[in-house]
């Protein structure tokens, strides 16, 4: 099973500023079967990043991802004030397909 | 447009199973696995495994094998979700999602499901 670890367990930032979120993979990853998405409370899941590197369809471009093998990242270039959520890393290489813990974006 | 939309929350019993519905439109029913995903209160999210709904295949997280049952309605675009022996630390929010069309990031979601499972 592939474990998941993302860092900062919690960002403080504030509107404008830039965000780097990262996943760590205990094993390879391959093909970059990685995704990332947003959760915002009392709300479901949002796909942001698939594929490690693309924007999933109406996901402004201030987001982005990068990344491969066991060392991904999640960007996002200036904080909109609704961009303040959690965000979870998840892989689709193989079964069972994890995510991992969270990083949670706040003021 | 796509859309995936489950069934209302329940309460259930220790001991007792549900079963959570989520009925997909907008799409080809059967061209994209449907994965199911909980959440419990406060927590992050736990895959559990995922529907072939063109075959019925199933593929489960090891940590539900036995309990968990995936299955499907063609007719009506719909899939299923039980799970047995309910316990209290099965609280949580269920999620269906549909996977994408090559691969399986998790495209689109259901509201969520919330499950309680009280005495």
């Known amino acids: 099973e592939i474990v998941l670890t993302q860092s900062p367990g919690t960002l403080s930032l504030s509107p404008g500023e830039r965000a780097t979120l990262s996943c760590r993979a205990s094993?390879?990853?391959?093909?970059?079967?990685l995704a990332w998405y947003q959760q915002k409370p009392g709300q479901a899941p949002r796909l942001l990043i698939y594929?490690?590197?693309n924007r999933a369809t109406g996901i402004p471009d201030r987001f982005s991802g990068s990344g491969s093998g066991t060392d991904f990242t999640l960007t996002i270039s200036r904080l909109e004030p609704e961009d303040f959520a959690v965000y979870y890393c998840?892989?689709?290489?193989?079964?069972?397909?994890?995510f991992g813990p969270g990083t949670k974006v706040d003021i | 447009q796509v859309q995936v939309v489950q069934s209302g929350a329940e309460l259930k019993k220790p001991g007792a199973s549900v079963k959570i519905s989520c009925k997909a439109s907008g799409y080809t029913f059967t061209a994209n696995y449907m994965h199911w995903v909980r959440q419990a209160p406060g927590q992050g999210l736990e895959w559990m495994g995922w529907l072939n709904p063109n075959t019925g295949g199933t593929n489960y997280a090891q940590k539900f094998q036995g309990r968990v049952t995936m299955t499907r309605e063609t007719s009506v675009s719909t899939a299923y979700m039980e799970l047995t022996s309910l316990r209290s630390d099965d609280t949580a929010v269920y999620y269906c999602a549909r996977g994408g069309d090559y691969k399986e990031f998790l495209q689109h979601w259901g509201q969520g499901t919330l499950v309680t499972v009280s005495s």
């Open positions: 094993q390879s990853v391959d093909s970059t079967y």
């Open positions: 998840q892989h689709y290489d193989s079964s069972p397909f994890t």
């Open positions: 594929d490690a590197t």
